[in-house]
């Protein structure tokens, strides 16, 4: 909420002003100023800007932060190094054993263009540690190849990424990153559905399935699956049918009892959703459902009610999805 999110906001800069009391914390209300938030094209609440060196014109943005520790590190390198250099494996271990997850990037020279993508990546992941290396010994001890980057969970490698010579671009990474925060299938729930939303992929699909049904083990297995395949490009959401909170959710996606197991793709910018045209929840099926939709092939759903039988009789005609665009054009 925003009550929350203020509260986290206070005390960052609280813990900031000692640290770097160069660093201005101020909070808006723009309810009452009606002319900034016009300026500043503030549309969704709360909105956290960052202003470098009194320019006002180009603001960067501080999206998905929630916690004041996460934004004192947003900020922290925003104004000074967003990686950690790392000199030897004591080091190393010591960054990876520190939190949850952290990320290495091993290279080859501490300057060049995949570094530059590396670090930049680094500001917009506050979330983790980010460290990185040259050292010959300490690309050897992970025997990792050099200029490529190692996502690690609970203290194990779970994700290796070569860097080819900064043609990875630094949005594409940083959702790459930013989804080892989930699971590879997040199950759809109060507590889940913020942390879906904060991880930067515009592109979800959606498993709805009741999960205690005899088929579900095998269903599951092959969503999981694909999901390693897309991580990154599309976020895996596991919705329950038997869970009935989620009832708004289907509502949303028109899924009826008879539909399920049923799988869509949801495009958050357009809002546009894509129904699975096979019926079998296969490793082969969600593959080639996933890829034609990133390839721009596959047909948008647009859900409709059957068109009633007497839709022609009156004078005013009812139309609905099926018959809209015969009908009209």
Known sequence: SS???????????????????????????????????KEFNIQAFPTVKFFVN?????????????????????????????????????????????DDLAVIGFFREPHNDSVEVFCET?????????????SEDVCAHYGVQRNSFVVFKKGKP????????????????????????????????????????DVPVENHILLFTPTNSETFSEIYRN???????????????????????????????????????AVRILNLTSDAKYKMPADGVTVENLRAFCQSYLNGKAKQHLSSEEIPQDWDKMPVKVLVGKNFNSIIF
């Open 223 to 261: 969503y999981q699956s694909a999901a390693a395949e897309f991580r990154g490009k599309i976020l895996f959401v596991l919705v329950d049918t038997d869970e009935a909170r989620n009832g708004r959710i289907f509502e949303y996606f028109r899924i009826r009892d008879i539909d399920v197991p």
């Open 3 to 37: 009550q929350n999110l203020s509260e986290e906001f206070a005390e960052a800069a609280r813990q900031l002003k000692k640290e770097a009391p160069r660093i201005q914390f101020g909070k808006i209300d723009v309810t009452h100023q009606h002319n900034l938030r």
């Open 158 to 197: 779970v994700h290796n990424e070569v860097l080819e010579d900064g043609r990875q671009n630094k949005l594409g990474l940083t959702r790459l990153i930013k989804t080892f925060t989930l699971d590879l299938v997040t199950e759809y729930n109060v507590e889940t559905s913020v942390k879906i939303f």
């Open 54 to 98: 009194g320019n006002r014109e180009d603001p960067i943005d501080c999206k998905g932060v929630r916690k004041a520790s996460t934004f004192i590190t947003w900020v922290k390198r925003r104004t000074g190094p967003s990686t950690v250099l790392i000199n030897s494996t004591d080091q190393a271990e010591a960054i990876i054993k520190a």
């Open 122 to 134: 680094a500001r917009d992941v506050p979330e983790m540690p980010f460290g990185m290396t040259a």
